[in-house]
T-cell receptor
């Protein structure tokens, strides 16, 4: 099973809403990632978790709050977002953070902030 | 600083022809990894092929092969016998140490269109 799942597939939220994105993998991977991708651009790294601990925060605004409750699950909590936060949010996982292990990506959540 | 450059914003190829997607990179790190990903319009990033900086042989995976020229700092993706389903965005990426942490840096991508 080389699958990373993400829910929901699409999300429309207002600027005052609170919502969460969910990512799950059952491959035994211990590194998990959140990326943001704008249209026609490459993915930009947001956060990295290694063994359920936050390893990298790419200076992401606090209106994005990641959480890794266990080794299979990664959440991204959203609050008071701006229209410019509309994008495709991709979750990925790899066996470990260190070493050149390929990252497996989920299908993404297309977020629209109105 | 680590950098990936893909100079072809778009490419159009006839079905069944071979296609080469260009990728050059810049790094001062002696140890690094190069990846190619395919992103269809559905959005999912699909891992295609990997090349390590110390690998002696060029990587191959089915119809995909990586033309790794270390001295020229290039890692071009070759797709043989292209198919309509190969139409997608293709990203070259490099894994290396950036500001003390392992990260994946992506190029701007090449949109490949296969014509019947």
């Amino acid at each position: 099973d080389t699958e990373v799942t993400q829910t929901p597939k699409h999300l429309v939220m207002g600027m005052t809403n609170k919502k969460s994105l969910k990512c799950e993998q059952h491959m035994g991977h211990r590194a998990m990632y959140w990326y943001k991708q704008k249209a026609k651009k490459p993915p930009e790294l947001m956060f990295v978790y290694s063994y359920e601990k936050l390893s990298i925060n790419e200076s992401v605004p606090s209106r994005f709050s990641p959480e890794c409750p266990n080794s299979s699950l990664l959440n991204l909590h959203l609050h008071a977002l701006q229209p410019e936060d509309s994008a495709l949010y991709l979750c990925a996982s790899s066996l470990r953070l260190a070493g050149s292990y390929e990252q497996y990506f989920g299908p993404g959540t297309r977020l629209t902030v109105t | 600083a680590q950098k990936i450059t893909q100079t072809q914003p778009g490419m159009f190829v006839q079905e069944k022809e071979a296609v080469t997607l260009d990728c050059t990179y810049d790094t001062s790190d002696p140890s690094y990894g190069l990846f190619w990903y395919k992103q269809p319009s559905s959005g999912e990033m699909i891992f295609l092929i990997y090349q390590g900086s110390y690998d002696q042989q060029n990587a191959t995976e089915g119809r995909y092969s990586l033309n790794f020229q270390k001295a020229r700092k290039s890692a071009n993706l070759v797709i043989s016998a292209s198919q309509l389903g190969d139409s997608a965005m293709y990203f070259c990426a490099m894994r290396g140490i950036i500001q003390g942490a392992q990260k994946l840096v992506f190029g701007q991508g090449t949109r490949l269109t296969i014509n019947p």
